[in-house]
């Protein structure tokens, strides 16, 4: 693995159906967040992990879960997919501290039927 | 929390000419502003960033500009080329949300050559 990876690249789900988004990075990041992209609105938070056993909520969190049980990985889980979480999803991590930049990677297309 | 708002939403530009695109931030607090471009199908990956205690960077084609005092910020990209053409988001980042970043809603530069 080199740099950030997320699984699957695309998905088409049945509504009411429960999925998860796997995110994994080699950085050794402390940090970690998932975004969804909607066309129009940018790119809008939806969980972060400053650390390892620690999780926190973003801008738009209802419907969707994090766990961050090691450094790597972050999955994302929708418990029951409705139409309105069809977006592009993608995952991000960056070092702690003053450095901010965050890298992110190559994205989720989920759309919900 | 943040705010941040990107004008324009969509710029044209002809192969040659320069591109402004511009973003506004409401929280004084924020001390750290990056530029990312995602190219069509692709991640986002920062191009440019600056920190709050100067007023310019530059990197050969691209600079950004930093106006604290109106909170505001801009990208230039000078000489532009058909391979500039993409989605540019803005973000802003404050110690008191967190250091997480907030987007922009994308400007889309088309360079018509």
């Known amino acids: 693995i080199a740099g950030i990876t997320q699984a699957p690249t695309s998905q088409i789900l049945a509504a009411g159906r429960r999925m998860t988004l796997r995110c994994t990075q080699d950085?050794?990041?402390?940090?970690m967040y998932w975004y969804r992209q909607d066309l129009g609105l940018g790119l809008r938070l939806i969980h972060y992990s400053n650390t390892a056993g620690t999780t926190g909520k973003g801008e738009v969190p209802d419907g969707y879960s994090v766990s961050r049980a090691n450094t790597d990985d972050f999955p994302l889980t929708l418990a029951s997919a409705v139409p309105s979480q069809t977006s592009v999803y993608f995952c991000a991590s960056s070092e702690s501290g003053r450095r901010n930049e965050q890298f992110f990677g190559p994205g989720t297309r989920l759309t919900v039927l | 929390g943040e705010n941040v708002e990107q004008h324009p939403s969509t710029l044209s530009v002809q192969e040659g000419d320069s591109a402004v695109i511009k973003c506004t931030y409401s929280d004084s607090a924020s001390n750290y502003f990056p530029w990312y471009k995602q190219e069509l199908g692709k991640r986002p990956q920062l191009i440019i960033d600056?920190?709050?205690?100067?007023g310019e960077k530059k990197d050969q084609r691209i600079a950004v500009t930093l106006n604290k005092t109106a909170k505001h910020f801009s990208l230039h990209i000078t000489e532009t080329q058909p391979e500039d053409s993409a989605v540019y988001f803005c973000?802003?980042?404050?110690?008191?949300?967190?250091?997480?970043?907030?987007f922009g809603a994308g400007t889309i530069l088309r360079v018509k050559s």
């Open positions: 973000a802003a980042s404050s110690p008191e949300y967190g250091n997480k970043l907030v």
């Open positions: 600056i920190r709050s205690n100067v």
């Open positions: 950085m050794r990041h402390n940090a």
